[in-house]
């Protein structure tokens, strides 16, 4: 492709009209072409996963023990999303991008976090004496989401990705940031809202306080925000 050739194309990008597509499901790469298509879930429910201070691992460790922690927590994430019916969608170091949709979507999302943090504490059970342990933040949103396809077309899908554009993206990132132990998962108020008093996501503590904290954090995707987080976890084991 010339110099020329690829110019037209970015133009092209820019300036040309988008079509959107509406869509129930959260898509995958083959699911989008790179022409001027942006698919658009009305009601998304985005859960952002990040392990906490992972250049400390790497520091702390060998590389082969940093190799067995990252793999560990992503192993852990991965089932735990997974088996609430969520879509992992991006990685990015030790950060993921994961998507619900569809019936309950919200509380299979929180249920998914409290998941995770119990198989955190028994991962940090286990790396007892070997100088580490996993720390992390859940971020959990919910709007309407688009994505579009970027990237170089062709056979070499390393050149290719999603790009997912929206306010809940955005904002689940930023909560992610703010979750440290014990308070690993941050949701949002219409999150909060939208699970509702179910009991297994409702909990009330003997002290008449609620297992949901809430909070207003300065946002920068969205300035001053009404958020709740938890210290709260399944005992699934």
């Known amino acids: 492709m ?8 970015i133009r092209s990008y820019l300036t040309e009209s988008y079509k959107r597509q509406e869509t129930a499901t959260v898509p995958k790469r083959t699911d989008l072409t790179f022409g001027n298509t942006i698919k658009t879930i009305k009601h998304a429910v985005v859960f952002y996963v990040d392990m906490r201070s992972s250049r400390k691992v790497v520091q702390d460790t060998t590389e082969f023990v940093s190799a067995k922690v990252h793999k560990g927590f992503l ?9 609430r019916d969520g879509h992992f969608r991006s990685f990015n170091g030790d950060g993921a991008l994961v998507f619900f949709v569809g019936t309950n979507a919200a509380s299979r999302a929180v249920q998914a976090a409290f998941d995770l943090k119990a198989y955190v504490l028994q991962i940090n059970k286990t790396l007892q004496g070997k100088g580490t342990k996993i720390d992390f933040g859940v971020g959990i949103a919910q709007g309407e989401v688009h994505v579009v396809k970027s990237g170089k077309a062709g056979d070499d899908a390393t050149k290719q990705d999603l790009v997912w554009i929206g306010l809940p993206v955005y904002i689940a990132l930023e ?8 308070a690993n998962i941050w949701i949002t108020h219409n999150v909060r809202t939208t699970i509702g008093r179910q009991d297994h996501l409702n909990v009330v503590y003997s ?31």
Do not use: P
């Open 75 to 83: 192993q852990a994430s991965v089932y735990c999303v997974e088996n």
């Open 2 to 9: 010339s110099h020329v050739t690829n110019l037209a194309t």
């Open 207 to 237: 002290s008449g306080k609620s297992m949901w904290t809430k909070t207003t954090k300065k946002l920068k995707s969205a300035g001053d925000y009404d958020v709740r987080y938890t210290t709260y976890f399944s005992t699934i084991f």
């Open 175 to 182: 909560l992610s940031d703010l979750g440290r132990a014990e």
